[in-house]
């Protein structure tokens, strides 16, 4: 398509809200809309509208708040992205360009980003010589000692460099990697959906890739704990929508583990299936679910599946005391041989208590350690302790400390920025990586669904899942 409009043509400009507003030879029109899309679709009708009244294509700058996107539109309301011209290169030698038909007819979306073509002349050169003929550097000083092949075939020397220097037909895997999906968000996405296949920007590239990291698979189960010192510092929501996040994004396998000793509320918090097992009644069928004769099902009667984020819950007893419950070193050994077993991710919501053999058990079976608070300052004073008494435990406790990762979550939606900010910074010089999960009240009270928090605090927990998964590429 040819832009025959001047050089200025129209304006666009989308804003936060969705609205719009058109420039027409220095004449706004506003476009009363409330999402981008909506606003992206009537920019597109009204310059085809003007194409129509021209008989030209129209050139229209849109600007919104990720960019600036020069387009052609025209009358039957087709969409080009108009990119500057660029000056061919020169045809290498033995080459001939063939003109690019796609300046002068409608593209595609398949041909939007076509480069000039260029075949191999079929004329050879005149300097060349036949292989079978050209003197050989490295030939025999009696001729008669090697065949010499007939007029017109090809030797067995020259079949074998042939050979070796034969390319593959097949697809490798490293190109199926390079082939990048187009854009599927925001002006990027529509142009896409229009038929103008568009790259992804850098934000949905940065997702993308947290998105595969929290979906891989490593050889052999990995175990997560989530640790504070103090009570509500968020550690339980942490468990469940990391947990949520790699199942989602990763596949089934994945277990969250009420480690409490006390009135865990991780079962408050999450669905029940259709009975009351607990991690007490797994340790009185252990001696099955380790044996020979158990069946994947089998652990069923005792975790809780969560159907819309596809995990399963290990719950404590949180209505009992927690002299009533007690669990040892040992029942730890053995549940965390079932959850192994069955699972291969395992997410272990902790308990207060650091000196009780439960919580250090714990840590002894950890990969991945994930330090959980607010905003508060209690919460975060707690958390920087305990990763100072780990330091000092012993090695595997000091490293899992300096590889640590930190989410802070905003509790407080009044909470200064600048507040917020000062313990994202603290948690920053304190461990490997640190996320900042945004206020939402769906995470207030309830059950806990990945899918009912607004998109940027998804985004935060895929961002603080993806942290942790990269956390495994050492551990194996």
Do not use: C
Not at 195 to 217: N, T
Not at 285 to 299: G, I, K, P, R, T
Request: charged share 25%; net charge negative.
């Amino acid at each position: 398509m040819r832009d025959s409009s001047t050089d200025d043509g129209l304006h666009a400009t989308i804003h936060p809200d969705g609205s719009a507003v058109l420039v027409v030879d220095e004449t706004p029109r506003d476009i009363s809309t409330t999402h981008a899309e909506d606003a992206r679709r009537e920019i597109v009708r009204l310059t085809a509208e003007i194409a129509r009244q021209l008989d030209a294509p129209i050139r229209v700058i849109v600007t919104e708040p990720d960019g600036r996107w020069p387009l052609v539109v025209d009358g039957n309301e087709r969409v080009e992205y108009a990119s500057p011209d660029a000056p061919r290169p020169a045809a290498p030698a033995g080459l001939r360009p063939v003109a690019d038909e796609s300046l002068t007819r409608p593209q595609s979306s398949a041909d939007a980003s076509t480069r000039p073509v260029t075949i191999i002349d079929s004329a050879p050169a005149a300097s060349a010589t036949p292989a079978a003929s050209a003197p050989a550097a490295h030939a025999p000083s009696h001729p008669a000692a090697e065949a010499q092949p007939a007029a017109g075939q090809v030797s067995a020397h020259e079949f074998e460099n042939r050979r070796a220097q034969r390319e593959t037909f097949l697809t490798s895997d490293r190109d199926e990697d390079r082939r990048e999906d187009p854009a599927t968000r925001g002006f990027r996405g529509t142009m896409t959906r229009m038929g103008i296949r568009m790259a992804p920007g850098a934000e949905e590239r940065a997702e993308r890739a947290d998105e595969m990291a929290v979906a891989q698979h490593w050889p052999g189960p990995r175990t997560i704990a989530v640790v504070n010192g103090k009570g509500g510092s968020g550690k339980t929501p942490t468990t469940i929508l990391i947990g949520a996040a790699f199942a989602r994004f990763g596949g089934a396998g994945v277990l969250a583990w009420d480690n409490n000793q006390t009135r865990g509320t991780l079962g408050w918090r999450t669905e029940q299936g259709p009975h009351d097992g607990t991690l007490h009644d797994m340790l009185e069928a252990s001696e099955h679910l380790l044996s020979n004769n158990a069946q994947a099902a089998d652990v069923a009667s005792f975790v809780h599946h969560q159907r819309q984020d596809r995990f399963d819950v290990l719950r404590s007893q949180p209505i009992a005391l927690a002299s009533e419950q007690r669990v040892s070193a040992d029942d730890v050994d053995r549940i965390h041989a079932i959850a192994a077993r069955y699972y291969r991710l395992i997410v272990m919501d902790s308990g207060n208590d650091e000196s009780d053999p439960l919580w250090q058990r714990m840590i002894d079976r950890t990969d991945q350690l994930v330090v959980a608070t607010t905003t508060r300052d209690e919460h975060a004073e707690a958390g920087a302790l305990l990763l100072d008494a780990l330091a000092d435990r012993d090695e595997h406790s000091a490293k899992l400390a300096a590889n640590a990762v930190t989410v802070v979550s905003q509790a407080d939606q009044k909470a200064p920025a600048a507040e917020v900010r000062r313990v994202v910074d603290g948690y920053r010089r304190l461990t490997r990586d640190v996320v900042q999960v945004p206020f939402d009240p769906a995470m207030i009270d309830g059950h806990l669904h990945f899918g009912a928090l607004r998109p940027a605090t998804q985004r935060a927990w895929l961002a603080a899942s993806a942290a942790v998964a990269r956390g495994f590429a050492g551990s194996d």
